[in-house]
């Protein structure tokens, strides 16, 4: 059997290291360690100066506090929910394929719905839409009292709506923040903190899940706990889904309280908006989309990571299984994985001072691909637990990662519809996942290729930006030269795809 606590205390220290070295306790102690001032240098001269300004960090630090109360303690409803979901079901009694149908339709409705309503919020407002996910969660946690497979499959229907929002309207809402109170130098620093906090969260929630849904049994309400008929019932393994119905009720109260609205339209765009039909964000989006490399290479590269993470995490436990006649110790397992998702996100910290977002993409997206490569050859247990490690440290580094890089190329108007959409063909990934019988091995081959396919298409990002870059700056250079002799009238550039989409669908 793999040293599973040894490989743990193992990740801790690495964790710490990596924090310790991402923190700012680091440039009062760097000097124990042989760094010199000169050798530091490059990092800091790539470092704007807004992130050293005393008055700029003193709003950024309360902003980032407003965005982690709301936003950690929505993850901590999701994460109290995850384990006990189809825990839930088969207490009930459904059949796997049952079950199976139930999932299924959770992630349809986060394709199919979630796409339509999360991309109202830009002209509807990002804080009101927040408000909204957190009551259809609380509405799908209370389904889950209910021993009824037309009530419970309207709840993973809402269910599925609310993760869209979860991941769409809660990065939109932060960078418009950002924006407005002028500290987008930060927003970087922002996604590192919100990823680290939510890998702490997600193993406090396993604990505290644990605990209660072991705290009493599963019986029906206004019935005998031997009627087979009983419809409504509490406790049990439903104890972690009411934890988390308070969890919301709180997070609604604070957001309600301490978060300013944002959109992503000007208020001019907004009183257009009014006469709108309730599906041109999406179309409005999808035109934007498909007509800008950027936009396009970076929704296909969320989509092939995340959908190449939700596989793993349907085929790490059977992958295991396979490996080993022994009990897994699944609890240790998991806080493993988040400890290195936690080094990640500090490995990024440490990388995006001295290193482009984009060519950081690259390096992440190429060690995610060596993991799955490492989970499909490697026959022995501890060097398929080493493969998955190295795969969850590159979780970590890819959200803000890859939030960073969303917020410089997704236009701001559009920005939540658009993320939305992104979760299109990610879901497809995922349904199909789900509708096939893959076996682990199947699997981590197919993430390897979605992975190398995303790596690709984070180096053509790269070049795509450098030559559109060069080809605007030599545009403008001559236009400025032309004006200058009088043979061209000066008038703005338009380069951006937003536009170009705009005038495609008038």
Avoid at 97 to 106: S, W
Avoid at 188 to 198: E, H, L, M, V
Avoid at 369 to 380: D, H, P, R, W, Y
Wanted: proline share 3%; with cysteine; glycine share 6%.
């Amino acid at each position: 059997m793999a040293p599973f606590t040894s490989i743990f205390g193992c990740t801790l220290l690495l964790n710490a290291a990596a924090t310790f070295r991402s923190s700012s306790y680091w440039n009062s102690y760097k000097s124990c360690f042989g760094y010199s001032e000169g050798q530091s240098g490059n990092e800091d001269e790539n470092k704007s100066s807004d992130t050293s300004n005393p008055t700029l960090i003193a709003k950024h630090g309360a902003l980032l506090k407003k965005y982690l109360a709301v936003y950690l303690l929505s993850v901590l409803s999701d994460w109290l929910q995850g384990p006990y979901v189809y825990a839930l079901y088969d207490k009930y009694g459904y059949s796997q394929h049952e079950i199976a149908v139930l999932f299924v339709a959770g992630f349809g409705s986060s394709m199919v719905f979630g796409t339509f309503i999360g991309g109202l919020a830009d002209s509807c407002g990002r804080k009101k839409f927040t408000i909204l996910f957190a009551l259809i969660y609380i509405a799908s946690c209370v389904t889950k009292h209910f021993k009824d497979f037309n009530i419970l499959m309207l709840g993973r229907l809402l269910g599925g709506v609310a993760t869209s929002l979860l991941f769409s309207v809660f990065d939109s809402w932060l960078i418009r923040s950002h924006a407005d109170a002028g500290v987008t130098s930060f927003l970087s620093k922002s996604f590192a903190a919100a990823q680290y906090g939510n890998s702490i969260v997600a193993i406090s929630a396993g604990l505290l899940a644990n605990q209660v849904a072991s705290s009493g049994p599963l019986v029906p309400m206004f019935a005998d706990e031997d009627d087979e008929d009983a419809v409504v019932y509490k406790g049990g393994y439903l104890n972690p889904f009411d934890m988390a119905l308070v969890v919301l009720v709180i997070a609604t109260f604070v957001a309600a309280t301490t978060w300013d609205e944002n959109f992503g339209e000007t208020k001019e765009d907004a009183q257009s908006a009014k006469n709108k039909r309730w599906y041109d964000a999406f179309t409005s989006a999808f035109y934007t989309t498909i007509h800008s490399k950027e936009i396009l290479y970076t929704g296909l590269i969320c989509s092939l990571f995340e959908g190449s993470m939700y596989i793993f995490v349907f085929m790490w436990t059977p992958a295991m299984q396979a490996l080993t006649d022994d009990p897994l110790p699944f609890g240790l397992i998991f806080a493993t994985f988040m400890v290195c998702c936690m080094a990640g996100s500090s490995i990024f910290s440490v990388f995006i001072g001295s290193m482009k977002v984009e060519k950081l993409g690259v390096y992440v997206l190429g060690i995610a691909t060596v993991a799955f490569a490492l989970m499909t050859f490697s026959s022995s247990e501890t060097g398929t637990f080493m493969a998955f490690l190295l795969f969850e440290m590159t979780v970590g580094t890819y959200f803000p990662t890859m939030g960073t890089m969303k917020s410089a190329i997704v236009p701001e108007s559009k920005r939540a519809a658009i993320y939305n959409l992104y979760r299109i063909p990610l879901n497809c990934i995922v349904l199909f996942s789900l509708l096939t019988d893959l076996t682990p091995h199947q699997s981590f081959i197919l993430c390897t290729s979605m992975l190398s396919v995303a790596t690709i298409l984070q180096i053509s990002l790269i070049k795509h930006q450098q030559t559109f870059f060069s080809t605007s700056s030599a545009s403008q250079t001559t236009k400025a030269i032309d004006v200058e002799k009088g043979t061209l009238e000066s008038e703005p550039l338009v380069s951006d795809a937003e536009d170009d989409a705009s005038s495609k669908e008038n």
